[in-house]
């Protein structure tokens, strides 16, 4: 079974750093594409970056030049460092998985997620 | 503003039917099949009901359905049920290796 579990959310300063774990079993994170995906408190899903399985990265343009996704593959596990962190980016912050079926995988269709992680931006 | 519009709050009774819509503002989205719809429980993460504008993943209930005309993309659910009160997001690859989240809208099943 496929699991994705996010931790390395916090309190963080304005202007400060963090950065989240993704860690995958079940799936091999470097034959996958896997998202960052966040929701700011009573907010909708927003999403925010994307390792394909061939190593491209991708970010959403609010945290374009802050944010860098990357990931370890000896521990099958993807990360998305965060700096110059601001208050609009408190939310919990998801992983997910781009969906995989007999046809192929589809990078923008996630059919697996974690349970989520709370960054909190405040002084 | 988000690429995608959706009504904000839909309601329906049980066992009737409701759409949400999805409507995208950029026009180029017309042109693509990459629309996909999600059910979020208060709490709980997001799961995948619709991925390319039609299609179910397995274990999903032949009650919800995709459909698409022009640049609007819309989500049925049939035969309402109590479980199926929570909030729907649609989503769409919008090109230069980039996605995007509908507003959400909250249904009601009353």
Not at chain 1, 72 to 78: G, I
């Amino acid at each position: 079974e496929v699991h994705l579990v996010e931790s390395g959310g916090g309190l963080v300063q304005p202007g400060g750093s963090l950065r989240l774990s993704c860690a995958a079993s079940g799936l091999t994170i470097n034959t996958n594409y896997i998202s960052w995906v966040r929701q700011a408190p009573g907010k909708g899903l927003e999403w925010v970056s994307i390792m394909y399985s061939g190593g491209g990265t991708f970010y959403a343009d609010s945290v374009q030049g802050r944010f860098t996704i990357s990931r370890d593959n000896s521990k099958n596990t993807l990360y998305l460092q965060m700096d110059s962190l601001k208050p609009d980016d408190t939310a919990v912050y998801y992983c997910a998985r781009g969906h995989c079926s007999d046809k192929g995988c589809y990078p923008w269709y996630f059919d697996t997620w974690g349970q989520g992680t709370l960054v909190t931006v405040s002084s | 503003q988000s690429a995608l519009t959706q009504p904000p709050s839909a309601s329906g009774s049980l066992g009737q039917s409701v759409t949400i819509s999805c409507t995208a503002t950029i026009s180029d989205l017309g042109d693509y099949n990459f629309f996909s719809w999600y059910q979020q429980h208060p709490g709980k993460a997001p799961k995948l009901l619709i991925y390319e504008v039609t299609k179910r993943p397995s274990g999903v209930p032949d009650r919800f359905s995709g459909s698409k005309s022009g640049t609007t993309a819309s989500l049925t659910v049939s035969g309402l049920q109590a479980e199926d009160e929570g909030d729907y997001y649609c989503s769409s690859y919008i090109g230069n290796n980039k996605g995007v989240f509908g507003g959400g809208t909250k249904l009601t099943v009353l």
